[in-house]
């Protein structure tokens, strides 16, 4: 990460609020050993001789209580919360976790029944879905994405983990790395987008910054990575549905980015609320064991998702809540959410020898590792009188800056962007003055600090402009009264900003759509404010891709700016009057229309592909080919030009690659126009000819460069094994580098043309 920009960042925690007035030295300080019992797993030494030390002295109920997490509240889950058996299982030491908990004095309060109260002390962990900002709500992960660049989602992870730490958070249920075809499916906005590679660049990033180098540090949390798996692909976009998945496609597609956060660290993994081929994952040992645990070795632990292990039930694969208890435990659940099978019915299951005492000794272990390496034992308490309670001036510069690399232009005919800061304009439409600019699991903990509207922006930015707003319709898009009103706007003025899309909650969990267009009304007003042949400019929020053939050809321009955060309207206003140049692209593919979905890039190959000429070819009869935009696309307010890629060798034996050896591409770029902005160079791959049919495109590299008017650098990029092969079908997992030629493409969107052939020989 550049230096300034990780400065600003790393300022951006360092503002605090004064949450209470308890002293700090009674919230750091480490409760009294009783006079018939010394608190264990205090005592000096490493890490895993202290865990051993511990579990000797553990009963098997103070064993099974700490694969317990009870919610606080039930802000993320169905039904309430479970408040008052929180409190009465830390007591007895019968709990090892608690979500939905936030708050230094809080947390403070129940991790003191845990540690003074209960008969071995054992601190609790307490997690918590800071998804995109604790306070400072940055942009969606999906716009995250967009911006191509993972300091962006660096900014996020390191202000997120500094104000959720200072509030006795130890653990964020992020990143959430669900690699999504579909756009319907309401968490796609929770993602990064449709392309594995890209996805795994970023949850190694977010990663490494919730977490940092020492997770004992009171500027950083435990990362999760999430859902395992191929929770993306649910049938429908319907979200907990099906999904029937190959385990070619398993691998390729859906685990690169868990394989990618776990290099980087993650400490924790949770599992999906789908089917995996007929086995609910929470129930999928193949993936949570033999590939988690033992294929990859991972020491962290496995929990499950809300819920999830007694809905093993509903799915027709638990005859009752004791077997879902045997099944996810033995698949590898550790840790369970919300429901309480484990807890229940783990000692009834070790007597029948349906689950074994060393299976779990090494959950136990698992958990007792991170309460550990978080220093809970040293130090439980967190520092109430130096909590962070809001966002500081440095954290909203943060997701500025953020939300501003993450917007994208989609489209800009005769240069109607950017705008004149003089004269009149017009902001119209039902999210102008809307504070609806968070997005999805933004958290009801940050609902008491306004977001910066679109239209206070454009008044702050354009001091000197006459400035009208006219709703037009409301949110919901059903009330149309001030559509005629929006258009006499439009005519009285210079340029029309119409901010339209759809409302935080109709994107997120259990929040599928099966029109894709903008809801209610709000067509009829673009159609409006075209109708008076004045020039205006579409800002789009939203959660995911939109279809837009209804209005599209009759907008000048569009600006993708998707759910932006707390800083939004701000962002938007910088990209508006070009005071930030827009670089973001699509990580996500948007289709004509629903009935194109499922389209992405990296699809196969069909044996009859596209052609014009021929009527039996692949193809829909009423809907022209391809999508409206392509993953990877986004405009700029300057030209760029990106030359061919050049390759280091144009042949290299397959022997020496599995080796390490790798080939080398260097990608010219140029500025070739006015303004200094910033261009994201794309490197595809293609293997034509292999066992198994690969994508036509496959992600293999980007660099997001920035550039004044008529210069030029060269990106470079390095093709290794990992790139250039792909997993088979073998259910063991057996990744294959084979001879003959790759295409390798460089440009600005997935469509690249430019192109070299590397043979493997």
């Known amino acids: 990460m550049n230096d300034v920009r990780r400065r600003t960042v790393l300022a951006a925690a360092g503002g605090t609020a004064v949450a209470g007035k308890a002293a700090a030295a009674r919230a750091q300080a480490p409760p009294a050993a009783s006079a018939d019992e010394a608190r264990p797993g205090r005592e000096p030494g490493p890490y895993e001789t202290r865990i051993r030390a511990l579990m000797a002295r553990m009963s098997v109920d103070e064993k099974l209580g700490q694969l317990q997490q009870f919610a606080w509240t039930g802000a993320t889950g169905p039904g309430g919360g479970q408040t008052a058996a929180a409190e009465k299982a ?27 109260e209960s008969r071995l002390g054992i601190p609790l962990v307490f997690g918590l879905d800071v998804i995109h900002g604790m306070w400072t709500t940055f942009p969606i992960p999906l716009a995250q994405a967009a911006a191509f660049d993972p300091a962006v989602a660096e900014w996020d992870a390191e202000v997120s983990a500094r104000e959720a730490r200072s509030n006795g958070v130890h653990w964020a249920f992020s990143p959430m790395m669900d690699v999504s075809h579909e756009p319907r499916w309401g968490r796609i906005a929770e993602g990064d987008g449709e392309d594995p590679y890209l996805a795994a660049r970023l949850a190694a990033a977010k990663t490494r910054a919730y977490q940092g180098d020492d997770l004992r540090s009171r500027r950083h949390l435990a990362a999760c990575a999430k859902h395992m798996i191929a929770y993306g692909g649910v049938e429908g976009g319907r979200d907990y549905n099906t999904v029937d998945v190959s385990e070619a496609r398993l691998r390729n597609f859906y685990l690169p980015p868990f394989r990618a956060a776990l290099d980087a660290g993650v400490a924790t993994v949770m599992a999906s609320f789908n089917t995996v081929s007929g086995v609910p994952a929470h129930g999928y040992r193949h993936a949570l064991t033999e590939i988690l645990k033992e294929e990859w070795d991972f020491g962290g632990f496995v929990v499950s998702d809300y819920n999830g292990v007694q809905e093993m039930i509903v799915h027709g694969y638990a005859a009752d809540r004791a077997d879902a208890a045997r099944l996810a435990f033995n698949a590898g659940i550790d840790m369970e959410m919300a429901s309480t099978t484990i807890n229940e019915y783990g000692k009834r299951l070790l007597r029948g020898g349906e689950i074994t005492a060393e299976r779990l000794d090494d959950a136990v272990a698992r958990i007792l590792r991170l309460k550990f390496r978080l220093g809970l034992f040293e130090h439980p308490y967190v520092d109430e009188d130096t909590a962070i309670t809001g966002p500081t001036k440095a954290s909203r510069a943060a997701a500025r800056a953020a939300a501003g690399r993450t917007m994208v232009l989609l489209k800009n005919e005769k240069s109607t962007l950017p705008l004149d800061r003089s004269g ?37 930015a354009a001091p000197k402009a006459r400035i009208s707003h006219v709703e037009g319709v409301d949110a919901s898009g059903r009330n149309t009264r001030g559509i005629a009103r929006a258009a006499s706007a439009a ?8 901010v339209v899309g759809e409302a935080a909650t109709l994107s ?22 075209a109708d008076t042949r004045a020039p205006f400019v579409v800002v789009l929020l939203s959660g995911r891709p939109l279809t837009m053939e209804g209005w599209l050809d009759r907008t000048p321009a569009v600006l993708q700016a998707w759910h932006p955060g707390i800083e939004g309207g701000n962002a938007i206003a910088d990209v508006l009057f070009g005071t930030v140049n827009p670089g973001g692209k699509l990580p996500v593919t948007f289709p004509r229309t629903v009935g194109q979905i499922p389209v992405y890039y990296n699809h196969e190959n069909t044996g009859r592909p596209y052609d014009r000429a021929n009527h039996y070819t692949s193809k829909y009869l009423d809907l022209a080919h391809g999508p409206r935009f392509p993953f990877g696309h986004g405009l700029s307010y300057t030209t760029f030009d990106i030359g061919e890629p050049r390759l280091s060798v144009s042949r290299i034996r397959a022997e020496a690659l599995r080796k390490g050896d790798t080939v080398e591409v260097a990608v010219a770029v140029r500025n070739t126009g006015r303004r200094t902005g910033d261009e994201v160079v794309q490197l595809y791959i293609r293997d034509p000819v292999a066992s198994i049919v690969q994508p036509v495109r496959r992600l293999s590299g980007f660099r997001r460069v920035s550039l004044g008017p008529g210069k030029a650098t060269t990106v470079r990029f390095r093709l290794s094994a990992e790139e250039l092969g792909f997993w088979t079908q073998d259910p063991q997992g057996r990744f294959l580098l084979q001879k003959g030629e790759i295409r390798v493409f460089a440009g600005n969107s997935s469509l690249a043309e430019r192109g070299r052939t590397l043979t493997i020989t």
């Open 90 to 116: 830390a007591r007895r030491g019968r709990l090892g976790s608690v979500l939905n908990i936030y708050g230094a004095r809080t947390t403070n309060t129940l991790q003191r029944m845990a540690v003074e």
């Open 424 to 460: 009149a304009i017009a902001v119209v439409g039902p999210f102008a003055d809307s504070t609806d600019l968070r997005g999805s699991w933004a958290g009801p903990w940050a609902e008491r600090f306004r977001p910066v509207t679109v239209l206070d922006a454009v008044r702050d």
């Open 491 to 498: 005519r009285a003025t210079d340029v029309t900003v119409v």
């Open 508 to 529: 997120g969990e259990a929040s599928v759509r099966s029109d894709l267009g903008l809801p209610g009304h709000q067509e009829r007003l673009i159609s409006a404010i």
